[in-house]
């Protein structure tokens, strides 16, 4: 059995270990205490029966872009742990914690263009979509393969005409439309199925 649990600082040294088992792209030990200690609510482990680390999430938050958005740096999962879910776990608690915590608009990844495991994981279950097909990113890994820079908005946010043209982030519903502005009470306790009067 294996549970999805957010790290700690002591599963470091074995999600490093994780990452190089599965990965080409390998980090200093340094790489992963900066994440834990600036944004632990978005570092995510897969912990097998016995204790150990068999798949993680790494991601972080970039603010000085125009719009708030989180960023995966990195997922794996062993390879005898595949086929289970646990990197669509994984991502959905880090697109929570990017979500819930930072209010995040939209999580964005790098991918390797070869990787088609990868590819169908973030396009077909996970509604990633290229930021544009035609343009990749040349030689974005240290053995020169290129990558491909993919975006997902969160549940919560979704692009909507307004007036002239312009496009506004609003929280978007159960329904999938536009929640109405309302105190943060009255939205909750809507998204919970209640019936509410604001």
Same mark, same amino acid.
């Given at each position: 059995?294996?549970?999805?649990?957010?790290?700690?600082?002591?599963?470091?040294?074995?999600?490093?270990?994780?990452?190089?088992?599965? /990965?080409?792209?390998?980090?200093?030990?340094?790489? @992963?205490? $900066?994440? &834990? +200690?600036?944004?632990?609510?978005?570092? *995510?482990? %897969?912990?097998?029966?016995?204790?150990?680390?068999?798949?993680?999430?790494?991601?972080?938050?970039?603010?000085?872009?125009?719009?708030?958005?989180?960023?995966?740096?990195?997922?794996?999962?062993?390879?005898?742990?595949?086929?289970?879910?646990?990197?669509?776990?994984?991502?959905?608690?880090?697109?929570?914690?990017?979500?819930?915590?930072?209010?995040?608009?939209?999580?964005?990844?790098?991918?390797?263009?070869?990787?088609?495991?990868? /590819?169908?994981?973030?396009?077909?279950?996970?509604? @990633?979509? $290229?930021? &544009? +097909?035609?343009?990749?990113?040349?030689? *974005?890994? %240290?053995?020169?393969?290129?990558?491909?820079?993919?975006?997902?908005?969160?549940?919560?946010?979704?692009?909507?005409?307004?007036?002239?043209?312009?496009?506004?982030?609003?929280?978007?519903?159960?329904?999938?439309?536009?929640?109405?502005?309302?105190?943060?009470?009255?939205?909750?306790?809507?998204?919970?199925?209640?019936?509410?009067?604001?």
């Amino acid at each position: 059995m294996v549970c999805i649990r957010p790290a700690v600082v002591a599963d470091l040294l074995q999600m490093q270990r994780c990452n190089l088992m599965c /990965l080409p792209e390998n980090y200093q030990l340094k790489y @992963y205490f $900066y994440h &834990a +200690l600036s944004w632990p609510q978005l570092l *995510y482990v %897969a912990e097998d029966y016995d204790g150990t680390i068999v798949g993680y999430v790494l991601a972080k938050i970039e603010e000085e872009a125009s719009e708030t958005h989180g960023h995966i740096t990195s997922l794996a999962v062993a390879r005898s742990h595949r086929k289970l879910g646990l990197a669509t776990k994984l991502m959905t608690a880090a697109h929570a914690g990017m979500e819930d915590t930072f209010a995040a608009h939209y999580a964005s990844l790098h991918v390797r263009a070869s990787n088609r495991g990868a /590819l169908h994981l973030y396009m077909d279950t996970l509604g @990633y979509e $290229y930021v &544009a +097909l035609c343009d990749r990113e040349a030689q *974005y890994y %240290a053995d020169g393969e290129d990558a491909f820079d993919m975006r997902k908005p969160l549940a919560g946010f979704k692009n909507v005409k307004r007036g002239k043209g312009k496009a506004e982030t609003l929280p978007i519903g159960a329904l999938g439309e536009p929640m109405p502005r309302t105190s943060s009470d009255a939205v909750l306790s809507a998204e919970a199925g209640k019936s509410v009067t604001a």
